[in-house]
């Protein structure tokens, strides 16, 4: 039996960062693993705490809490329910530890800031699946965190944006 694991995920509850979690729980969840659920918030939010913890990002934060609507309030999310509903299940069918952490800023930088804070041993994100020209006009999360981060990093994509006519 190996050292657990520490899994990092970006999550912004689109439809790529729910299968970025499914991707986990299927592929990489063993036993005593911990998955720390990454979020970053716009820098222009203004929840309750984020003046205390602008800098490092929020304290790590249980399922149990996280699942509470006063503190995700004071962070100034909105856990969706599936989300929810699938951490749940893998930490108690697995008995995998999940937390969650909030960082305020830019999510390319914020990512890798997580990877050494919290000493990931990988990172899983989700794709949008921008086209050439929107990748290239709005920058690619993932690309950048593939390339900046210090752990390893996999990429779960998502379909293709339909082109507008």
């Known amino acids: ?3 657990a694991r520490i899994v990092g995920i970006g999550m912004d509850y689109s439809a790529t960062s729910k299968a970025a979690l499914k991707w986990v729980i299927d592929n990489l969840k063993k036993e005593d693993d911990r998955i720390i659920i990454i979020h970053v918030a716009s820098p222009k939010a203004d ?4 003046q205390l913890f602008e800098n490092t990002g929020s304290p790590l ?9 006063n503190v995700s309030k004071h962070y100034g999310l909105n856990p969706d329910k599936e989300v929810l509903n699938m951490l749940d299940t893998v930490s108690k069918v697995k008995n995998v530890t ?12 914020k990512l890798c800031d997580a990877v050494e804070h919290l000493k990931l041993d990988t ?9 050439v020209l929107k990748r290239v006009l709005l920058g690619s999360v993932s690309k950048y965190v593939v390339h900046n981060a210090s752990c390893p990093v996999t990429v779960v994509k998502g379909s293709p944006q339909p082109t507008k006519a």
Do not use: C, H, Q
Not at 98 to 109: I, L, N, Q, S
């Open 47 to 50: 929840p309750t705490n984020k």
């Open 123 to 131: 990172l899983v994100v989700g794709s949008r699946g921008l086209g």
């Open 1 to 3: 039996m190996g050292k």
């Open 98 to 109: 999940v937390v969650a952490k909030v960082y305020w800023g830019d999510a390319r930088e």
């Open 61 to 69: 934060i249980p399922l149990d809490e996280f699942r509470e609507i």
